[in-house]
T-cell receptor, first 112, second 118 residues
Framework: GENVEQHPSTLSVQEGDSAVIKCTYSDSASNYFPWYKQELGKRPQLIID?????GEKKDQRIAVTLNKTAKHFSLHITETQPEDSAVYFC???????????FGTGTRLTIIP | EPEVTQTPSHQVTQMGQEVILRCVPISNHLYFYWYRQILGQKVEFLVSFYNNEISEKSEIFDDQFSVERPDGSNFTLKIRSTKLEDSAMYFCASTGRTRLAGHQETQYFGPGTRLLVL
């Protein structure tokens, strides 16, 4: 089955700097790659997703890149703000309707 | 915006007791899921449900677990005889097209039920 690895497990960044979180996946049949933000005790909230027919997607300060050949995808957050502090999970699935396999999460702390 | 809802938010039960966790998916969604998250760990898939039947289940989803869509709006997860290791946050999710996602399908999560087995 699919296996998703995520690095780093923790990341501290000065406010205003950029943060990058990386994930690799094992199943070349995966085509859907969402990123979720989870605040303490809350539900995972989708922040951005990318499908395999696209190499990069951007939404304001957030961008995701996908390299299907290397089987890795990354989340980039620019101009970080204190409210970006949370745990971020990457995930992979064959299609959006099928089960998500999650990475182990990255605890991002923005230092004011 | 429509949201996935779950009840109860917290449930404490004794080992060996049955629990039923309830979810109301977003109304026009067709695919439903249960995931769980043990404290401090990643989210793990339990089961997916489509067209009134299970489409996939994980190794975690053994004979103690069952799902049901009893009335066309609710989606329930039953644990027949709870064990200590069932203590976790249980998330329901559903997939469909929503305005939030710019008319693309995406998987939305409910707020979760925190289950504590004593």
């Amino acid at each position: 089955g699919e296996n998703v690895e995520q690095h780093p497990s923790t990341l501290s960044v000065q406010e205003g700097d950029s943060a990058v979180i990386k994930c690799t996946y094992s199943d070349s049949a995966s085509n859907y790659f969402p990123w979720y933000k989870q605040e303490l005790g809350k539900r995972p909230q989708l922040i951005i997703d990318i499908r395999s027919n696209v190499g990069e997607k951007k939404d304001q300060r957030i961008a995701v890149t996908l390299n299907k050949t290397a089987k890795h995808f990354s989340l980039h957050i620019t101009e970080t703000q204190p409210e970006d502090s949370a745990v971020y999970f990457c995930a992979a699935s064959m299609t959006v309707q099928e089960k998500l396999t999650f990475g182990t999460g990255t605890r991002l702390t923005i230092i004011p | 915006e429509p949201e996935v809802t779950q009840t109860p938010s917290h449930q404490v039960t004794q080992m060996g007791q049955e629990v039923i966790l309830r979810c109301v998916p977003i109304s026009n969604h067709l695919y439903f899921y249960w995931y769980r998250q043990i404290l401090g760990q990643k989210v793990e898939f339990l089961v997916s449900f489509y067209n009134n039947e299970i489409s996939e289940k994980s190794e975690i989803f053994d004979d103690q677990f069952s799902v049901e869509r009893p009335d066309g709006s609710n989606f329930t997860l039953k644990i027949r005889s709870t064990k200590l290791e069932d203590s976790a946050m249980y998330f329901c999710a559903s997939t469909g097209r929503t305005r939030l996602a710019g008319h693309q399908e995406t998987q939305y999560f409910g707020p979760g039920t925190r289950l504590l087995v004593l």
